[in-house]
């Protein structure tokens, strides 16, 4: 047996762990996998919570570097169980900064490309980043760090 409780329909129940026809929190979830690159661990905890916390995605892949994000990407082309349906890409990183991920991510698979759609989660207000990244074909939101929800809400592909 287990509980559990939906949140965003304030319903409560009881379900057989044999037996999980009743609809469960999981079910509710805009997206099952994301990818948050970003090198500062803070802000991963920060931003992983409040993923995870509104029902955003069901897992959330933390990498701690642009070339982590590439190889984890390269790694698991194809296999649609671990491979992320959006990514939140930081600008600021050390050795690979956002803008050489996105040099990078064009070369990858169409595969990727086609179903990864990247949001850059930034503290930059620089305008020159912002139009910078806003403008890259397979950037399709730019959002200020740190991640809030409204900003989720707003997220709908």
């Known amino acids: ?16 762990s044999k037996n999980h026809n009743m609809k469960t929190a999981d079910d509710s ?3 099952e996998r994301v ?16 993923i995870t916390t509104n029902l955003f995605s069901r897992q959330v ?3 701690n570097s642009a070339e982590a994000a590439l190889k984890f990407l390269m790694e698991n082309d194809g ?3 671990v491979m992320p ?5 930081d600008l600021n990183m050390p050795v690979m900064d956002g803008f050489g991920f996105l040099a990078e991510f064009e ?3 169409d595969a990727i490309k086609n179903n990864a759609k990247v949001i850059v989660l930034s503290s930059s207000i620089s305008p020159e980043d912002i139009n910078r990244a806003s403008t890259n074909p397979f ?8 991640l809030n929800e409204k900003y989720l809400e707003a997220i709908n592909f």
């Open 1 to 16: 047996m287990c509980r559990w409780f939906d949140s965003t329909h304030h319903h409560q129940g009881i379900c057989n």
């Open 29 to 31: 979830f805009k997206f």
């Open 35 to 50: 990818l948050l690159i970003d090198d500062n661990d803070i802000d991963n905890f920060i931003n992983e919570r409040m």
């Open 61 to 63: 892949i933390i990498k």
């Open 79 to 81: 296999n649609e169980a």
């Open 85 to 89: 349906q959006l990514i939140f890409l």
């Open 107 to 109: 070369k990858l698979s």
């Open 139 to 146: 950037v399709v939101k730019y959002v200020n760090k740190p």
